[in-house]
């Protein structure tokens, strides 16, 4: 067994991103659930309603509660005076885990998080402003520049009620410290407050879902991660940190709280490049503890029956929106950012529709990714039966938001010059004849996109892991992502000198090497596009290679995808690098230091004190 697990992010009940799936992989790992006696999500609380059983999602269960008048608890009494203490509303209770067939997780029964939310809108100033003021007494953080900033302010405030918390629920009573991990920026006042006010009793650990600052600058500047993983390389083999190429970064106000991680006792960093970023931040963080805790991704077993059904249902569908039944399916299920660099995709697409017209071959591309929440179903019904959305869109009102509108001028100018290759665009969470419309089959669901796609692709140009890349993998399809992904770096590690034909990873970093610095940091659009025209070309022919052409190559795909994704499934992640790197921070032999600056033992007193 080891510690109590505190989780503090913003997904604590409902999934915006990617840490909503990290936490369900990890909570529901038969490894997790044996080895940590108990776990706790903290996040703010967003629910503003008078339901409050509505607070923890349709899945959990309100232990307390004022503005419910969940009082009648033995915890009521400690948890009314802290709200009295920092004017704070708290909710706390559990919710449920339940293990995912699909992510090939088959642990018995339902795995169970408590969840403390906290409303800090109306905290008392005085005690947030010296918890500012110990903050930068201690650890050099300065809040003045950001308190305008609610994305700041919002999490700054949570983390001394939190710590106050979790120690009224006996969260920290173990034998062993608890450990806190600060999913993101989010998390890391709260692991501040714990560091300052129970320094004995906790570890902290910053997971590095991404560098903020650095997804900033990748996405922003013409030359992408072209010139950026270029420059990273070069930097940090000459002692050269962010600052000193890029400028001040201090006017971006998650850079400040992403920084203070060298405070923390280890920083996890889910992907190659998320260590190297993170040490890119200064030398402070040259002796930083910085453990690879990779994600994990779906390994369910399935038979080629069951793939073909759902590459069926998938060709039906185009069939019924194009006129012709695709030979192939193509996929990408994504976020609409910058990041994503979902106009790679289009360029492969182009090289393949010139191959494809020579051997007269016919494929579908079908880009599942939204800018904005989830459109209500009966607006896509709608838009179906008026103009035959997805197939045609329109802009505003119910359909194309700004940045969905800018990525479809992309793909009509696609499909206005291709004949056998065509992308169907759909701007809509859930893949399902409820969300989507009458023209898609009553059977159809999520994974069917998945299972029955023969090529997934993910060539973003910022990505600190990528589990969308990989969802597909043990299904059989090939996975198409760029070198900068964190499971790029995952993949070499399991498969060493071994190939595969399931994984196709893109280079998009490859340049000559007689550019000199300020040539690459200064790196212009034309020359990021040169080396991708060059990139996709070999992407394409890779393609063409590995496309199944015989019952027998779909099984060795199936066979080989699915071998390769148990060696990187949750199970294997948490029992191989996120269990293991929690054993050494709370270890009694473990020294802890921060990124090289120490950690003193002196506890400021509690407000409550």
């Known amino acids: 067994m080891l510690s109590n697990l505190v989780h503090v992010t913003h997904e604590a009940i409902h999934q915006i991103g990617g840490i909503g799936t990290v936490l369900r992989g990890l909570i529901t790992a038969d490894a997790y659930r044996e080895a940590v006696p108990r776990t706790v999500l903290v996040g703010t609380l967003f629910y503003d309603g008078d339901e409050v059983d509505r607070a923890l999602g349709d899945d959990g269960e309100v232990l307390y509660s004022a503005r419910g008048h969940r009082v009648s608890r033995p915890l009521a009494e400690a948890l009314h005076h802290i709200r009295e203490l920092y004017h704070v509303n708290i909710v706390y209770g559990r919710r449920s885990f339940e293990p995912d067939a699909q992510d090939g997780v088959h642990a018995d029964g339902v795995a169970w998080a408590e969840v403390v939310l906290i409303d800090v809108r109306h905290m008392h100033a005085h005690t947030v402003n010296a918890f500012k003021a110990r903050l930068w007494e201690r650890f050099g953080l300065d809040s003045r520049s950001h308190e305008h900033v609610w994305g700041y302010e919002e999490w700054l405030r949570l983390g001394e009620p939190a710590i106050a918390v979790l120690r009224a629920i006996g969260c920290l009573d173990g034998p062993d410290p608890c450990v806190v991990l600060a999913h993101e920026f989010m998390g890391m006042p709260t692991a501040l407050a714990a560091a300052l006010h129970e320094p004995k009793r906790t570890r902290t650990a910053f997971y590095a879902h991404e560098v903020a600052p650095v997804r900033k600058i990748v996405e922003e500047h013409p030359g992408h991660d072209a010139m950026f993983y270029n420059v990273l390389t070069r930097a940090l083999a000459r002692g050269h940190y962010i600052e000193d190429l890029f400028g001040p970064q201090d006017g971006y106000f998650k850079y400040p709280l992403v920084k203070a991680a060298r405070h923390c006792d280890a920083v996890f960093a889910v992907g190659d490049f ?336």
């Open 274 to 609: 998320i260590r190297d970023e993170m040490r890119f931040l200064g030398p402070e963080f040259a002796d930083a503890n910085i453990e690879l805790t990779y994600n994990g991704i779906p390994a369910p077993q399935i038979s080629v029956e069951r793939n073909h059904a759902s590459k069926l249902l998938l060709q039906r569908y185009a069939e019924t929106l194009l006129g012709y039944r695709p030979d192939y399916v193509f996929t990408r299920v994504s976020r609409m950012s910058r990041s994503k660099g979902m106009w790679r995709d289009i360029l492969v697409l182009d090289e393949l529709e010139r191959r494809f017209r020579e051997s007269g071959r016919t494929a579908v591309m079908f880009f599942l990714s939204c800018e904005v929440p989830r459109r209500p179903n009966e607006d896509c019904w709608a838009m179906e039966r008026e103009y035959g959305w997805p197939l045609a869109h329109r802009e505003g009102g119910r359909d194309l938001s700004g940045g969905e509108a800018e990525f479809y001028v992309g793909v009509q100018a696609f499909n206005a010059r291709s004949r056998n290759i065509k992308i169907i665009y759909v701007n809509q969470f859930g893949w399902s004849r409820e969300t989507c419309g009458a023209n898609m089959s009553e059977e159809m669901e999520f994974w069917d996109i998945r299972r029955g796609s023969d090529v997934e692709f993910g060539q973003s140009v910022y990505e600190p892991f990528g589990i969308a890349q990989l969802e597909a993998l043990s299904f059989g399809s090939i996975c198409v992502f760029s070198n900068v992904c964190g499971s790029a770096g995952f993949v070499r590690r399991v498969l060493g000198s071994r190939q595969v034909p399931n994984v196709i990873i893109a280079d998009y970093t490859r340049m000559a090497n007689n550019k000199s610095d300020t040539e690459v940091l200064n790196m212009p659009p034309e020359q990021r596009r040169i080396i991708e025209r060059a990139v996709v070309a070999d992407v394409a022919r890779q393609i063409i290679e590995d496309l199944p052409q015989s019952p027998a190559d779909e099984d060795r795909l199936l066979r080989t995808g699915h071998a390769l994704a148990q060696q990187m499934s949750w199970e294997a992640v948490v029992r191989d690098y996120v269990l293991p790197a929690i054993g050494r921070i709370v270890s009694p032999r473990s020294i802890s230091t921060r990124a090289g600056t120490g950690r003193s033992t002196t506890s400021y007193a509690m407000a409550s004190a």
